[in-house]
Protein backbone atom coordinates (compact mmCIF):
# COMPACT_ATOMS: atom_id res chain seq x y z
CA UNK A 1 0.00 0.00 0.00
CA UNK A 2 1.21 3.57 -0.85
CA UNK A 3 -0.12 7.02 0.61
CA UNK A 4 -0.07 10.24 -0.71
CA UNK A 5 -0.95 13.75 -0.24
CA UNK A 6 -4.52 14.20 -1.89
CA UNK A 7 -4.79 17.17 -4.20
CA UNK A 8 -6.38 20.60 -2.84
CA UNK A 9 -9.31 20.45 -4.83
CA UNK A 10 -9.82 16.55 -3.19
CA UNK A 11 -10.06 18.41 0.19
CA UNK A 12 -11.90 21.44 -0.96
CA UNK A 13 -14.45 18.98 -2.76
CA UNK A 14 -15.07 17.24 0.34
CA UNK A 15 -15.64 20.49 2.67
CA UNK A 16 -18.06 21.71 0.36
CA UNK A 17 -20.09 18.21 0.46
CA UNK A 18 -20.16 18.42 4.02
CA UNK A 19 -20.96 22.13 4.14
CA UNK A 20 -23.73 20.91 2.23
CA UNK A 21 -25.59 18.63 4.33
CA UNK A 22 -26.73 19.06 7.92
CA UNK A 23 -26.22 15.74 9.29
CA UNK A 24 -22.59 15.78 7.94
CA UNK A 25 -21.84 19.31 9.13
CA UNK A 26 -23.19 18.11 12.76
CA UNK A 27 -20.82 15.08 13.12
CA UNK A 28 -17.92 17.50 12.51
CA UNK A 29 -19.64 20.47 14.28
CA UNK A 30 -19.20 17.44 17.41
CA UNK A 31 -15.82 16.81 17.10
CA UNK A 32 -14.99 20.82 17.19
CA UNK A 33 -14.89 22.03 13.62
CA UNK A 34 -17.45 24.48 12.70
CA UNK A 35 -17.50 23.66 8.77
CA UNK A 36 -20.58 26.04 8.18
CA UNK A 37 -18.64 29.42 10.03
CA UNK A 38 -14.94 28.11 9.57
CA UNK A 39 -14.71 25.60 6.68
CA UNK A 40 -10.64 26.60 6.38
CA UNK A 41 -10.33 24.89 9.63
CA UNK A 42 -11.90 22.11 8.55
CA UNK A 43 -9.97 21.75 5.53
CA UNK A 44 -6.86 21.93 7.10
CA UNK A 45 -7.71 19.52 9.38
CA UNK A 46 -7.80 16.88 6.65
CA UNK A 47 -4.84 18.19 5.01
CA UNK A 48 -3.21 17.98 8.52
CA UNK A 49 -4.65 14.29 8.66
CA UNK A 50 -3.06 13.28 5.63
CA UNK A 51 0.30 14.68 6.16
CA UNK A 52 0.11 12.25 9.32
CA UNK A 53 -0.64 9.58 7.46
CA UNK A 54 2.27 9.85 4.68
CA UNK A 55 4.43 10.48 7.54
CA UNK A 56 3.30 7.63 9.37
CA UNK A 57 4.00 5.63 6.27
CA UNK A 58 7.27 6.97 5.02
CA UNK A 59 8.63 8.63 8.19
CA UNK A 60 8.82 11.78 9.35
CA UNK A 61 9.86 14.70 6.90
CA UNK A 62 8.68 13.68 4.25
CA UNK A 63 5.69 15.95 3.67
CA UNK A 64 7.91 18.87 4.63
CA UNK A 65 7.35 21.78 1.95
CA UNK A 66 3.75 20.00 1.70
CA UNK A 67 1.29 23.02 2.22
CA UNK A 68 -2.07 23.52 1.41
CA UNK A 69 -4.36 26.12 -0.11
CA UNK A 70 -8.19 26.47 1.19
CA UNK A 71 -10.47 27.68 -1.75
CA UNK A 72 -14.27 27.90 -1.51
CA UNK A 73 -15.64 25.38 -3.94
CA UNK A 74 -19.43 24.44 -5.96
CA UNK A 75 -20.24 21.26 -4.12
CA UNK A 76 -19.99 18.16 -5.79
CA UNK A 77 -22.85 15.49 -6.49
CA UNK A 78 -23.03 12.49 -4.13
CA UNK A 79 -20.56 10.54 -6.01
CA UNK A 80 -18.15 12.19 -6.39
CA UNK A 81 -18.06 13.17 -3.21
CA UNK A 82 -18.01 9.73 -2.22
CA UNK A 83 -14.85 9.12 -4.58
CA UNK A 84 -13.41 11.94 -3.07
CA UNK A 85 -14.00 10.83 0.42
CA UNK A 86 -12.94 7.64 -0.24
CA UNK A 87 -9.56 8.44 -2.05
CA UNK A 88 -8.89 10.78 0.99
CA UNK A 89 -9.91 7.85 3.72
CA UNK A 90 -7.61 4.99 1.90
CA UNK A 91 -4.49 7.92 1.74
CA UNK A 92 -5.18 8.38 5.36
CA UNK A 93 -4.88 4.96 6.34
CA UNK A 94 -1.74 4.39 7.56
CA UNK A 95 -0.46 4.09 11.36
CA UNK A 96 -2.79 4.88 13.92
CA UNK A 97 -4.90 7.42 11.67
CA UNK A 98 -7.74 5.42 11.40
CA UNK A 99 -8.63 5.65 14.97
CA UNK A 100 -8.86 9.28 14.89
CA UNK A 101 -12.38 11.01 15.54
CA UNK A 102 -11.55 12.88 11.98
CA UNK A 103 -11.61 10.02 10.42
CA UNK A 104 -13.91 8.43 11.82
CA UNK A 105 -16.31 11.37 11.06
CA UNK A 106 -15.23 11.26 7.62
CA UNK A 107 -16.31 7.78 7.16
CA UNK A 108 -19.66 7.84 8.49
CA UNK A 109 -19.73 11.04 5.96
CA UNK A 110 -18.75 8.02 3.28
CA UNK A 111 -21.07 5.93 4.07
CA UNK A 112 -23.76 8.20 4.75
CA UNK A 113 -23.55 9.23 1.42
CA UNK A 114 -23.22 5.85 0.19
CA UNK A 115 -26.42 5.14 1.52
CA UNK A 116 -28.39 8.05 0.15
CA UNK A 117 -26.46 7.00 -3.86
CA UNK A 118 -28.22 3.16 -3.56
CA UNK A 119 -31.34 4.41 -1.89
CA UNK A 120 -31.72 6.52 -5.19
CA UNK A 121 -31.14 3.99 -7.58
CA UNK A 122 -33.74 2.53 -9.84
CA UNK A 123 -32.95 -1.13 -8.64
CA UNK A 124 -33.27 -0.45 -5.02
CA UNK A 125 -36.79 1.20 -5.57
CA UNK A 126 -37.87 -2.16 -7.76
CA UNK A 127 -36.56 -4.43 -4.80
CA UNK A 128 -38.71 -5.88 -2.27
CA UNK A 129 -39.17 -4.64 0.47
CA UNK A 130 -39.53 -7.25 3.68
Same mark, same amino acid.
Given at each position: MSAF =?? @??? !? +? *? $? +? =??? +?? *? &? *?? %??? /?? @? &?LGYLPHHVPRNLAEALFDMNCDAVEARYGHGDTDG??? !?? $??? /?? #? !?? =? #??? $?? %??? /? /?????EGDIPTTPLYQALEQCKSYLASGIISSLPEYEAAQWG
Open positions: =VV @EDS !T +I *N $K +I =VAA +IR *N &D *NY %MTR /LF @E &DSQF !TY $KQV /LC #P !TS =V #PAY $KH %MSC /L /LYQCS
